[in-house]
Every structure is written in structure tokens, then in C-alpha cells.
């Protein structure tokens, strides 16, 4: 493989893993917001929700435990994980080809 395209595939591999970074890191913050009690009025936090309920709209309410801060860190983290593992594996299958 040429230089210049094996350059291109390191850049998209860096994208993805960024792009998965990122998301993993706004369902982490709504996780944390939201178990020390977050200013649910805050238009920061409205936006950190809103985004975290989209990236986690295939988990959330996943699972049915009874207390709701089990239900927040489940859904949303499973997805955090699920968008880490898949990012990277991704990200890493480009710097290899």
C-alpha cells in the first residue's frame, strides 16, 4: 500500500476513534449528571440528555430494574461501551489496511 493512501486510512481510523470517543464521553457525562442530581433546568444539561437519549435511543429502558438510577446506568452505559468497542475495532481495522 502506497504512503499517501495508508496516511488516509491512519486519518479515517483517528476520525472514527474520536467520533466514538465523543460519544461515549457525553453518555458518561449524562451517567454522572444524573446520579449527583443534575439542575434538570440547566439548558446544558437539557442538551447533554437530549443527545445522550438519541445516541442511547436502541438501549434506554433496556433493562427493568426497579430503581431508576440502575436503569440510567445500564442503558446508557451499555451503549457507551457498545460505541467504544466498535469505534475502536472499527478505527483499528483502518490503521491496519
Known sequence: MSPRSRNGAN???TIVAVVADIMALILGLWILMYLLDANQANSFVQFIH????????WSH?????????ARVVCGYGLAAVVYLLVG???????HRH
Open 11 to 13: 486519518q479515517v481510523g
Open 50 to 57: 437530549d443527545a445522550a437519549r438519541w445516541l442511547a435511543g
Open 88 to 94: 475502536h475495532a472499527i478505527a483499528n481495522r483502518a
Open 61 to 69: 429502558d433496556l433493562f427493568t430494574f426497579d430503581e431508576a438510577w
